[in-house]
């Protein structure tokens, strides 16, 4: 089945304790990207891969890092977390470049932090 | 900048009628534009996309939309809502082939009184 997979699904940490969401796409695409979802604000792009070892900043990078070893995997870290972190996090992916509009977004993963 | 609005917050209609969801894009070039859907507790859902062509996309679930550049809008059209189309709908859009950031509207409600 095709899928995009994130894990934790559900995490509550403190502030300053490094952590990574990691996502996982199974459909060999080329372009991977992380948004955040805050109410109000609908989802705003974080870093986005166009392909491994190519990644750009997004709308809102701060506080953020991430890399792209591997094709399918395209890990979120946030080195230092902070109260203003605390979201919902969606991972997407789509086949390349004439396609990235049309994207396959994961479960999310749900941050607190303390 | 480009950037996607959706002016209403909250769309309610009867089950049976026809659903308007709107959407208008400020986008340069030739406009991709997407509706995407989420439901409670899931990830996003690709609905349809407009990349050139015919102004009135149809898509997933008896779902259409139309472009009109005149108005730069995109608006999502249903003939018949169903209870089971209640969501959370999302209008986005880049620039064309070769862009890389995709924008999001803030969302719209969706909810299909039985």
């Known amino acids: 089945e095709a899928q995009v997979t994130q894990n934790p699904r559900y995490l509550i940490t403190v502030t300053g304790k490094k952590l990574t969401v990691t996502c996982s796409q199974n459909m060999n695409h080329e372009y991977m990207s992380w948004y955040r979802q805050d109410p109000g604000l609908g989802l705003r792009q974080i870093y986005y891969s166009m392909n491994v070892e190519v990644t750009d900043k997004g709308d809102v990078p701060e506080g953020y890092k991430v890399s792209r070893k591997e094709k399918r995997n395209f890990p979120l870290i946030l080195e230092s977390p902070s109260p203003n972190q605390t979201s919902l996090y969606f991972c997407?992916?789509?086949?390349?470049?004439?396609?990235?509009?049309?994207?396959?977004f994961g479960e999310g993963s749900r941050l607190t932090v303390l | 900048a480009q950037s996607v609005a959706q002016p209403e917050d909250q769309v309610n209609v009867a089950e049976g009628n026809p659903l308007t969801v709107k959407c208008t894009y400020s986008?340069?070039?030739?406009?991709?534009l997407f509706w995407y859907v989420q439901y409670p507790n899931r990830g996003l859902q690709f609905l349809l996309k407009?990349?050139?062509?015919?102004?009135l996309v149809k898509g997933s679930y008896g779902f259409e939309a139309e472009f009109n550049k005149s108005q730069t809008s995109f608006h999502l059209k249903k003939p018949s809502a169903l209870v089971s189309d209640s969501a959370l709908y999302f209008c986005a859009g880049h620039s064309g082939a070769g862009s890389y950031q995709l924008t999001f509207g803030k969302g719209t409600k969706l909810s299909v009184i039985p």
């Open positions: 407009y990349i050139t062509g015919d102004n």
């Open positions: 997407a992916s789509s086949l390349g470049q004439s396609n990235t509009g049309e994207l396959f």
């Open positions: 986008v340069s070039g030739n406009p991709y």
